[in-house]
Nanobody, 120 residues
């Protein structure tokens, strides 16, 4: 069974950095695109970043470009989201998601989410 477990969330001050991790199991991680999405209260779910199975390409939400970096360690079956220069508007529940293909497409499995709160 597919399992995705996010970690690394918590409280941060504006300008600080955090790294989210998504530990995975139950599938061949290196053959699947992965992504991060977030839910901000009162707003629609939005894709933050996606990455190809081999890590060769990544795409980002405009508002996080230059601040966030998605990466993966296929040897460890782990996905990461490095978040730099956090802003209060980044406060959200962040989800790790597993894609069906080697490139972005349908995402069929989701983690439970990790809360990131950015506040002074």
């Amino acid at each position: 069974q597919v399992h995705l477990v996010e970690s690394g969330g918590g409280l941060a001050q504006p300008g600080e950095s955090r790294r989210l991790s998504c530990a995975t199991s139950g599938f061949t991680f290196s053959r699947h695109s992965m992504g991060w999405a977030r839910q901000i209260p009162g707003k629609p779910l939005e894709w933050v970043a996606t990455i190809y199975a081999d890590g060769s390409n990544a795409k980002y939400l405009d508002s996080v470009k230059g601040r966030f970096t998605i990466s993966r360690d296929n040897a460890k079956n782990t996905l990461y989201l490095q978040m730099n220069n956090l802003k209060e508007e980044d406060t959200a529940l962040y989800y790790c998601a597993k894609g069906e293909y080697t490139v972005p497409g349908e995402y069929t499995h989701w983690g439970q989410g990790a809360q990131v709160t950015v506040s002074s």
